[in-house]
C-alpha cells in the first residue's frame, strides 16, 4: 500500500501538471512580492514625506515662539505654548535648555530631566532642525520608554522633531523637542500589505482553478493517446483516440487514428495474404494427391491412365512453380528490390515481346499486331519490363476468345512513354476493374487456374511499373474488351532535348 502511493506521489510530482502548476505560483508568487514591495515602498514614502514636511513646520514654529520665553525664564508662558501644542496620546511637546535639561513637559514627567536624542544631539551641535522615527515599545533606552508609557501605548511608532531655539542673537538657548504619533500611517501600510496578501490568495487561487482546467485539456489527450499506444503495443491495432477540438492535440490525435487504421490495415492485409497464398499452394497439392492416391490403388496400373496422370501431375508442379516464383518476386519487392536501370528502346522491348507471344496468339486464333515502329527511350530495368509487357500481352491473348484481336501501340505524350494494349476479349465487370490489381485476385478464378494464372501478375506489374516512376491504369467494357494503359518516364537524357 505504502508502496503504491509513494509511486504515485513520485509519478505526481514528476508529471507536466505538477511542474507547471508549481511554475505558475512562483511566478505569482514573486510578481505579488515585487509588486507589493514597491507599492508599499512608495506609499509610505508618499506618506511619510507629508507628514514630517507637517510635523518639522510646527516644531519649527515652537521653537520662534519659544525663544523669548526661554531666554527670559518665562515657564509660565513656556508651559502655556507647550500645552497648547500637546494634544493627549498623539503629540507632545519638550522644552531642552542648552544642556539638554527638560525645562517644560507637556506630559510633565520627564520635568528636570535630562533627555538627549541623536536628533537633540545634532541640534546642540549646530543643526536647525532633525527628525527621527521610534518605536516606543522596544527600540529606545527603557528611561525613553518609560517616559513614553502611556503617552501614547506600547509598540507604537513615534516621530521626534528637534528644532533649535534661538535667542535674540540668534544664539541657541534650548532645543524644542515635539512627539508625534505616526502609527495610523504604518496600520495603513500594514492595510495594504494586508490587502495585498489577500489578493495574492484570490489570484493564485483563481489562476489555480483556470490552470487545472487548462491542465486538463492538454494532459487529457495525453493520457487517452498513452492509452491507444500501450494497448497498441500489446497488440490490440483496433485502438482509437478521441478527436476532440482543432488544435495541436486534434491533429495528433487524427494522425494516431490514421496510423493506427493503416497498420490495422496492413495486419489484416498480410493474414489475408498468408491466408490466400496457403490456399493457393493447397489446391494443386490436392490435386497432386488425388492423382497420385488413385494412381497407387489401381490394380492392375493402366499404363495409358498412368501416363496421363503423371502429365497432369507435372502440370501441377508447373503451376506450384509459378506461385512460388511469383510470390518470391512479391517478397523481393516488398523488401526492396534492387533495378538494374539503363537506356533502353522501350519500343524495341515492345516489338520483341510480341514476337514471343505470336505462336500462342496463332495457337488461341488470336490476331496479335504492334504498331510501335518509333524507337522510344526509357531508364528502365530490361527484365522487369520484359515481364510488364509480356503479363499485359499474355492475359489479353488468355482472357480473348477464338478469333479476337489484340492490339499494341506506343507513343510519345510529353515526357512520358505511352504503351496501350488493346483487346476485344470478354473485358471486366466495372465492380472487378479497381480490385485486378490486388494480389490473387481474379475475377474467374475457373477460367485463370485454366489457363494457368496465379492471380499475382498483375499485382507484380504494377510494382514493376511503380518501380520505374511510371503508371497503370485498365479500362473496360464488360464483354467488349479491355485496354491497360502503360506510362513510363521517358530516359533522362531525352527529357532535355
Ligand atoms: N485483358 C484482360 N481481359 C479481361 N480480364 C483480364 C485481363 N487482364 C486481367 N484480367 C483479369 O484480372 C485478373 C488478374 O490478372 P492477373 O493478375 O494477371 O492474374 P491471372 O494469373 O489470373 O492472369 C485476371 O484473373 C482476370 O480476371
Ligand atoms: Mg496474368
Not at 522633531?161 to 500594514?190: F, K
Not at 498468408?274 to 493457393?280: F, G, I, L, P
Not at 491504369?473 to 533522362?492: N, Q
Request: charged fraction near 25%.
Amino acid at each position: 500500500m505504502a508502496t503504491i502511493s509513494l509511486t504515485r506521489i513520485k509519478a505526481f510530482i514528476h508529471s507536466i501538471r505538477w511542474k507547471i502548476t508549481v511554475a505558475y505560483l512562483l511566478i505569482i508568487v514573486v510578481a505579488f512580492c515585487v509588486i507589493g514591495y514597491s507599492l508599499i515602498q512608495l506609499v509610505g514614502e508618499y506618506l511619510f514625506t507629508q507628514r514630517t514636511a507637517d510635523d518639522q513646520r510646527i516644531a519649527n514654529d515652537l521653537a520662534k515662539n519659544c525663544g523669548d520665553y526661554l531666554v527670559a525664564f518665562d515657564a509660565r508662558s513656556l508651559y502655556d505654548t507647550a500645552m497648547d501644542n500637546a494634544t493627549t496620546g498623539q503629540t507632545r511637546v519638550l522644552v531642552l535648555d542648552k544642556l539638554c535639561t527638560v525645562q517644560v513637559d507637556s506630559d510633565s514627567r520627564l520635568n528636570g530631566r535630562r533627555f538627549i536624542t541623536a536628533e537633540v544631539e545634532r541640534v546642540i551641535n549646530g543643526a536647525d532642525s532633525d527628525y527621527g522615527f521610534y518605536d516606543t515599545g522596544s527600540a529606545v533606552k527603557p528611561w525613553f520608554r518609560a517616559a513614553f508609557n502611556g503617552f501614547s501605548g506600547v509598540n507604537v511608532m513615534t516621530g521626534l522633531y528637534a528644532s533649535a531655539i534661538r535667542g535674540p542673537g540668534d544664539e541657541l538657548v534650548g532645543v524644542l523637542v515635539y512627539l508625534s504619533g505616526v502609527q495610523e500611517i504604518y496600520e495603513s501600510l500594514r492595510d495594504i500589505q494586508l490587502k495585498i496578501l489577500i489578493w495574492l490568495i484570490i489570484v493564485a487561487a483563481a489562476v489555480m482553478v483556470v490552470n487545472a482546467m487548462v491542465l486538463r485539456t492538454v494532459t487529457r489527450p495525453i493520457g487517452e493517446l498513452n492509452t491507444g499506444i500501450s494497448r497498441m503495443s500489446q497488440g490490440d491495432l483496433s485502438a482509437r483516440v478521441v478527436v476532440r477540438g482543432n488544435n495541436e492535440f486534434a491533429s495528433l490525435a487524427k494522425a494516431f487514428n490514421s496510423m493506427s487504421e493503416r497498420l490495422e490495415q496492413l495486419d489484416k492485409s498480410r493474414s489475408q495474404f498468408v491466408s490466400n497464398a496457403s490456399h493457393e499452394l493447397k489446391t494443386p497439392l490436392s490435386t497432386m494427391k488425388i492423382l497420385i492416391e488413385t494412381l497407387m490403388y489401381q490394380e492392375p496400373l493402366d499404363p495409358g491412365m498412368a501416363k496421363e496422370f503423371l502429365g497432369d501431375i507435372n502440370q501441377e508442379i508447373d503451376r506450384l512453380n509459378r506461385i512460388v516464383s511469383d510470390l518470391l518476386t512479391l517478397v523481393s519487392i516488398d523488401n526492396g528490390m534492387k533495378m538494374n536501370l539503363s537506356e533502353l528502346d522501350i519500343g524495341a522491348l515492345l516489338q520483341e515481346q510480341v514476337k514471343r507471344l505470336t505462336p500462342l496468339a496463332r495457337e488461341n486464333g488470336i490476331e496479335l499486331d504492334c504498331s510501335a515502329k518509333e524507337s522510344v527511350e526509357v531508364d528502365g530495368d530490361t527484365l522487369k519490363l520484359q515481364q510488364v509487357i509480356y503479363n499485359i500481352i499474355d492475359n489479353a491473348i488468355k482472357y480473348t476468345p477464338r478469333g479476337g484481336e489484340v492490339h499494341c501501340t506506343l507513343s510519345r505524350t510529353g515526357k512520358k512513354a505511352v504503351i496501350k494494349v488493346s483487346d476485344t476479349g470478354v473485358g471486366i465487370p466495372e465492380s472487378d476493374l479497381p480490385h485486378i490489381f490486388d494480389r490473387f485476385y481474379r475475377v474467374d478464378k475457373a477460367r485463370s487456374r485454366e489457363t494457368g494464372g496465379t492471380g499475382l501478375g498483375l499485382s507484380i506489374v504494377k510494382q514493376f511499373v511503380l518501380l520505374h516512376g511510371g503508371t497503370i491504369d485498365a479500362a473496360s467494357t464488360f464483354g467488349k474488351g479491355t485496354t491497360f494503359t502503360i506510362e513510363l518516364p521517358l530516359s533522362g537524357k531525352r527529357q532535355e532535348d
